[in-house]
């Protein structure tokens, strides 16, 4: 029941800055929670930097949560073309370093109260846009064929909860979800997450930093970098 609370609290609506993360003691899993995407940024004082920050911010953050966690949730809410590429993108990380591991996406219908209302709004954003299969566990449940030899694109919908489409979804939902990660990482894995998050930030920064003459490689540290406006 932990992992479950923790799950559903983080699903919720609410402001992530930065980075947070929850060790659940019970089921041996951290969760790495980040902000979401294009948040609004301040624009006082015509502070156009901020605006080129934020997108490499973003940029940096999911390209590091891909290469340290054993599984990727990407929550979205209305389904747009610009989460569809960001689905896209992540999953192709996975592909390009040939990495087995599978993209879950959980559709926050958190308004959506009416069951046949969350059917058409799944079938509009998921199984009309996506060639795959509907799970046999339930409804809501999507699995997006990627292509042969890649890692599967999991959809799972979520929606108000103690509504009528709540009642019949979220729990059915939400534990497939649970069996998902935990089946996923059934054989255990060993990680530093310092030593990983240093190792993959060293890879990183020199696609979102320039190095100021007389400043020592990124490798002896991050300090004195300035972030680049474009990637």
Not at 60 to 76: K, P, Y
Not at 167 to 174: A, L
Not at 195 to 215: D, H, N
Request: aromatic share 8%.
């Amino acid at each position: 029941m932990a992992l479950e609370q923790a799950l559903w609290r983080q699903l919720k609506l609410h402001t992530t800055k930065g980075l947070s993360f929850l060790w659940v003691e019970d089921r041996r899993m951290l969760i790495i929670d980040s902000a979401g995407v294009q948040s609004p940024v301040s624009y006082r004082a015509q502070a156009v930097d901020s605006i080129w920050d934020a997108r490499n911010t973003e940029t940096l953050v999911l390209e590091m949560i891909s290469r340290v966690a054993h599984h990727m949730i990407f929550v979205v809410s209305d389904t747009t073309w610009f989460e569809q590429q960001k689905i896209a993108e992540l999953h192709q990380k996975y592909v390009q370093r040939r990495q087995h591991r599978e993209l879950i996406v959980v559709h926050n219908l958190s308004t959506t109260s009416q069951v046949e209302d969350a059917r058409a709004l799944f079938e509009r954003q998921v199984t009309g846009c996506y060639d795959g299969i509907l799970s046999h566990l339930g409804d809501l449940i999507f699995t997006a064929d990627a292509g042969e030899g890649t890692p599967p694109v999991h959809h799972i919908g979520l929606c108000q909860e103690f509504s009528a489409a709540g009642d019949k979804f979220n729990s059915k939902n939400r534990e497939y979800l649970l069996q998902s990660l935990e089946h996923g990482s059934i054989l255990g894995s060993h990680l530093a997450l310092g030593e990983a998050f240093s190792t993959e930030l060293s890879k990183l920064m020199p696609k979102f930093a320039s190095i100021e003459a007389g400043v020592p490689e990124v490798a002896a540290g991050v300090s004195g970098l300035r972030r680049k406006r474009s990637l």
